[in-house]
């Protein structure tokens, strides 16, 4: 499921988060899926359609199923990349307009042209193989990075995790973001490139956190 689906809005690579709503409520933390070497990323795809028909997406667009696009955690909004259904062999160029999914063990969410395309809507879930397309994706601009740990409705609860975090890590923060009806405090690390950011998702994910990059300008 896209962060989008979930009435979120990320840190999108033009955009701020505007909002982290229902992993917020829950306390959860996502997983963060970086390329570990290279352009290729294999795993577990699935797909969003028509109930998301019509809503923002991180990159600030309308979400249409019947574009080829598709949502993923860590790739520069606006890449391009080759979708390749290891089940079958079907191929599907998208672009990267969301953020997502926030399930465990899936890399990324397909637009239901998508996962037409691949053969991919009737099971659900098939594993992938995805390849980033360098020579047709615009290069990003610099912004700042920063990498969220938890976000919860508890401050003792986020204060407790910058505190267990601050020993073994710099520039921890806890971010407020308050909607009508509830205040989240996001538990964030500072990090001055993408690369950082990286790099301190590795080191959480070695240390048994996980961990959403976002981007700002």
Known sequence: MPLSALGIKMISFPAVVLSLLLIAAFGCRARVDYFPAGDV??????WYGDEFH??????????????????????????????TNLNNGKSVRVRINDRGPFVKNRVIDLS??????????????????????????PRPHPLRYSVQVGSFVSRQ?????????????????????????????????????????????????????????FEEQ
């Open 54 to 83: 019509g809503r923002a997406t991180s990159s600030k667009e309308i979400y249409d199923m019947n574009d080829l696009t598709a949502a993923h955690n860590t790739l520069p909004l606006g890449t391009y990349v080759m979708v």
């Open 157 to 213: 609860n986020a204060t407790g995790l910058r505190k267990a975090l601050a020993g073994d890590f710099s520039g921890v923060y806890i971010s407020i973001f308050e909607t009508a009806s509830q205040t989240y405090y996001r538990v964030r690390l500072r990090a001055g490139s993408r690369e950082e950011a990286e790099a301190v998702a590795r080191k959480l994910a070695a240390a048994g956190q996980t961990a959403i990059i």
């Open 112 to 137: 239901y042209a998508a996962a037409a395309a691949i053969g991919l809507v009737g099971p659900g879930t098939a594993p992938v193989r995805i390849e980033v397309l360098r020579e047709v994706s």
């Open 41 to 46: 990323q294999t795993g577990i795809a699935s």
